[in-house]
């Protein structure tokens, strides 16, 4: 007998799983493909926070999330004896103009409110980089250091062996027992907007590649919509394509040969660093980019918690959080923008 069955083995499903047996309760996770098969099997691992301006509950939930990122890493990894290969590096950014150093000395001031001195938002020399920075037309960058790094794979791995320590078993199918959580990634969205008849939410696929660079200890960086994280296996993934409507799901294609052409000139010390993998997959994003967290809206009793997109990794310790306490304790704390009926 369990307590929770977690439906679904990417970032949400294994993290909300760690959360509700950290409360004690018996769990079990049943996923068809296995752990991290979809989205969260994928290269890059950026957790980066939004601008530090316009606040709303979503910036304040990632803000948190990203605060609490740390201590739930290394309970997970201490328990696994494993790494996810989580560490706050920080990020670089390029300040394109004279418009856009004038914003960036301005959040300069609403980062010291906003992320409470937990973190900075700074304006520095490229110059005093090195190499290890993109290029910029006016000399200048922001550096926060309030983004994070950590390898989706490893991450993944180390949750499930923290997991199968606890005495939580994994299974490709099963009966529903307990507490139910449908953590399904972007096929759970499509059977939500099938249920409901017009967008919950949709499928969109990305592609990254991982290369052979060490740069373990340096920031990301992100230039031009590409990201690029350095991991601290000698390894820096770049991504991601953005792609609404496609095919395949699982193939690579010119797209990212695009991406990875962007990068090179963003930042030419990459330049003869070899390709190990290139990789593509799907990521679920919910129709108000927001987590769609909650009560299930077709299955009376029963949770969700899918729509992580791009920043599901950022979001996950708080997302477990949350979760476990609504799904253990009926303590809900889930902001109104996140909760099914928004999505709806």
Not at 192 to 197: E, M
Request: proline fraction near 5%; hydrophobic fraction near 40%.
């Amino acid at each position: 007998m369990v307590d929770v069955t977690i439906r679904g083995a990417g970032i949400f499903g294994l993290s909300i799983a760690w959360a509700c047996v950290q409360k004690g309760a018996r769990v079990q996770v049943i996923d068809p493909n296995g752990v991290g098969s979809g989205s969260s099997g994928g290269l890059v691992g950026a957790l980066a926070p939004h601008t530090p301006e316009k606040w709303n509950e979503k910036k304040e939930f990632q803000f948190q999330s990203l605060m609490l990122a740390e201590d739930f890493w290394r309970e997970v990894d201490d328990a696994s004896g494993l790494s996810s290969g989580y560490a706050r590096t920080g990020r670089l950014q390029p300040i394109l103009n004279e418009a856009g150093i004038t914003l960036a000395k301005e959040r300069i001031e609403t980062a010291k409110e906003l992320w409470r001195g937990k973190a900075v938002w700074a304006v520095v020399q490229a110059a005093d980089q090195g190499i290890w920075t993109p290029q910029s037309a006016t000399g200048l960058l922001v550096h926060d250091t309030l983004s994070a790094r950590m390898h989706p794979r490893l991450a993944c791995a180390s949750l499930e062996t923290a997991l199968r320590r606890r005495g939580v078993e994994f299974f490709e199918t099963g009966k529903n027992t307990g507490a139910i959580v449908w953590a399904t990634g972007y096929e759970g969205l499509e059977e939500l907007t099938t249920a409901r008849g017009r967008l919950v939410g949709a499928g969109i696929k990305g592609q990254s590649a991982l290369l052979g660079f060490d740069a373990k200890d340096m920031p990301q960086l992100f230039a031009n919509t590409v990201h690029i994280v350095p991991h601290e296996n000698a390894t820096v993934g770049v991504g991601s394509t953005t792609e609404r409507e496609f095919s395949d799901p699982t193939t690579t294609d010119h797209q990212l040969d695009d991406l990875l052409e962007q990068a090179f000139h963003a930042f030419p010390f990459l330049k003869d660093a070899p390709i190990l993998e290139r990789w593509a997959g799907v990521r679920p994003r919910s129709k108000t980019r927001s987590p769609l967290l909650g009560a299930h809206p077709f299955r009376e009793g029963e949770f969700v918690a899918n729509g992580g997109f791009k920043i599901g990794f950022g979001m996950a310790p708080k997302v477990s959080k949350v979760m476990a306490d609504l799904v253990l304790d009926q303590t809900d704390a889930i902001p109104p923008s996140f909760r099914s009926e928004a999505n709806l």
